[in-house]
């Protein structure tokens, strides 16, 4: 079974510039996560969808970060204009629904804004 | 303010002793406990989860221990080995919201 796949693994941009980052979750996974990871943290949840609806965009900076996830499967995640501290690391994670299951993370994409 | 605190950013062992690794939260309403590793360049990869209704749950070489009454829990890994060397990440959901919230890890260096 694949597991989250996620695209590109890496991008560079000059700041200003805009960038997009697509996630398609593992089959079946009704809920998927958008994180953020800065170096030396951890992962820091952006955005959680349940299908198709948003339902945690709290910690989404909204004037320039967008998210959608059409027909409840793919998403993706997009900045417009990139900053130089956007450069991280973007990570999806998708599981099934309920709290006591785990969430399978893809193998990110590394953003540098130069 | 850091509802998933690990403290100790990194801990070296000595190959095929034991590894423990420590994890606090301070939210009541989390009722399940994951932790992740992490390898350079990956994505976390899930490694084993309890349930708050549990006080222990062990897979193989990995068990992992929740104190309630302390908010604590802590993962066991015995014998440690080179492939143990990682990033580990504990992280706690809640059932109101289904959110999953990490701590900033703990970097495990395994000697040989």
């Known amino acids: 079974e694949a597991g989250v796949v996620q695209s590109p693994r890496y991008k560079i941009i000059e700041k200003k510039q805009p960038v997009a980052f697509w996630c398609n979750p593992i089959?079946?996974?009704?809920?998927l996560y958008w994180y953020r990871q800065n170096l030396g943290q951890g992962p820091e949840l952006l955005i959680r969808?349940?299908?198709?609806?948003?339902?945690?965009d709290s910690q989404l900076p909204k004037d320039r970060f967008s998210a959608e996830r059409l027909k409840g499967v793919d998403s993706t995640l997009k900045i417009q204009p990139a900053e130089l501290g956007d450069s991280a690391v973007y990570l999806c994670?998708?599981?099934?629904?309920?709290?006591?299951?785990?969430?399978?993370f893809g193998q990110g994409t590394r953003l540098t804004v130069v | 303010d850091q509802q998933v605190k690990q403290n100790s950013p990194s801990l070296s062992v000595q190959e095929g002793r034991i590894s423990i690794l420590n994890c606090d939260y301070t939210?009541?309403?989390?009722?399940?406990f994951l932790w992740y590793k992490k390898y350079p360049a990956e994505g976390p990869t899930f490694l084993i989860s309890?349930?708050?209704?549990?006080d222990k749950n062990e897979d193989g070489r990995f068990t992992v221990f929740l104190n309630k009454s302390a908010k604590h829990l802590s993962l066991h890994i015995v014998p440690s080995q080179p492939g143990d060397s990682a990033v580990y990440f504990c992280?706690?959901?809640?059932?109101?919201?289904?959110?999953?919230?990490f701590g900033k890890g703990t970097r495990l260096h395994i000697l040989p």
């Open positions: 994670a998708s599981s099934l629904p309920g709290g006591h299951t785990e969430a399978f």
């Open positions: 089959s079946g996974h009704n809920t």
């Open positions: 969808y349940e299908n198709e609806e948003a339902v945690d």
């Open positions: 939210n009541s309403m989390f009722d399940y």
């Open positions: 309890i349930s708050s209704i549990k």
């Open positions: 992280a706690a959901r809640s059932n109101r919201d289904d959110k999953i919230i």
